[in-house]
């Protein structure tokens, strides 16, 4: 039984699902990762209005939202116990896993901070080598000096 419900939960993991509260408890005694999903649309509440405050376009704030949506629900713990090594695991597993992009990763980075300095008010700084950003050596010297 145990599968199952966490298969239906999956399913349906973008829908509202309504339950009896006693069915909830229930529900997150047998299964308690999904007791985070209720903890992680109150927060997503609380970035949308955030990023609608801070004047963010509509484009970025869907943006963001997917990308913190799809973190959270890949580190399947409590927002408050996140770390660093989250991200770096979340960024990695994006990068060979999926074969995202390092402009995509770029755009999870700026998400992710958002939420941490925003929503969690959490100082944090992600340190990940970004394609393209190493010093220019500038033309006309020696590399041998």
Known sequence: ??????????LFAQEEIITH???????YNLIP?????????NLLIKVTEELKLKGYSEETQKSYLGH???FLLYSNKDSNLLSKEDIRKYLMYLLDEKEKSHSYAN??????????????RKEIEIFVVR????PKVPSGIPLNC
Do not use: P
């Open 1 to 10: 039984m145990h599968e199952s419900v966490k298969n239906f939960y999956d």
């Open 21 to 27: 509260k006693a069915v909830n408890n229930l529900i």
């Open 33 to 41: 990762e999904l007791s985070y999903r209720e903890h992680y649309k």
């Open 68 to 70: 913190i949506r799809r």
């Open 107 to 120: 755009q999870v980075i700026s998400a992710i901070r958002f939420l941490f300095i925003n929503i969690l």
């Open 131 to 134: 394609k393209g950003n190493y």
